[in-house]
């Protein structure tokens, strides 16, 4: 159950990589209270995503950290096996596709309130010339190259993590929580 519990983590983790989502969670207003984008906002907002292949970025990326996240799996349940790890990471590519449109068809309302109809079309427009293609077409090796410093980096903020939620939640001498309760 651990093991199952830990690799839909994996899964809520690639939810947390999409470009927009630190700002989504940064902003503590709810869509209620944004005016409804105008029709030019939501036609604009399609055409940006399209211009800078938003479903090609997020499937690349879902690629290039899924087989870094299960490494780190393999570290931390030593018993899970090779054919499981290819079943999840199976799962989780077929899951995507499906994520990766209902992600895509949420966002285009947050980028047409987000952005006032110029932004949107100088973004189109930046997009649609050869350095914004160019910067698109390069960030997969960026993000590539990026994958063996992030493989680095994360057991020493996972340890973080776990350290920050023992502190709230009384981790026992085998490191798990005692309580499912916070401390004020």
Do not use: W
């Not at 830990?6 to 630190?22: D, E, I, R």
């Not at 189109?124 to 493989?151: D, E, H, W």
């Amino acid at each position: 159950m651990k093991r199952s519990a830990s690799l839909a983590l994996v899964g809520a983790l690639l939810l947390g990589l999409t470009p927009t989502a630190g700002a989504v969670a940064a902003d503590s207003s709810s869509p209620a209270e944004a005016p409804a984008p105008s029709p030019t906002n939501i036609e604009l907002a399609k055409q940006f995503i399209g211009e800078i292949h938003l479903t090609d970025m997020m499937k690349n990326m879902m690629s290039t950290m899924i087989p870094v996240m299960m490494e780190q799996e393999k570290k931390n349940f030593p018993s899970i096996t090779d054919k499981q790890i290819v079943i999840v990471d199976s799962a989780v590519l077929d899951s995507s596709s499906d994520l990766i449109k209902d992600v895509i068809d949420r966002m285009i309302p947050l980028y047409a309130s987000t952005f006032t109809e110029q932004e949107l079309r100088d973004l189109v427009n930046f997009y649609g010339t050869p350095s914004g293609q160019a910067m698109l077409s390069k960030m997969p090796a960026l993000m590539s190259s990026a994958a063996p410093m992030m493989r680095d980096l994360a057991p020493k903020y996972q340890a973080e993590i776990k350290s920050r939620i023992c502190m709230k939640l009384d981790c026992g001498r085998d490191g798990k929580p005692a309580a499912a309760q916070t401390h004020g």
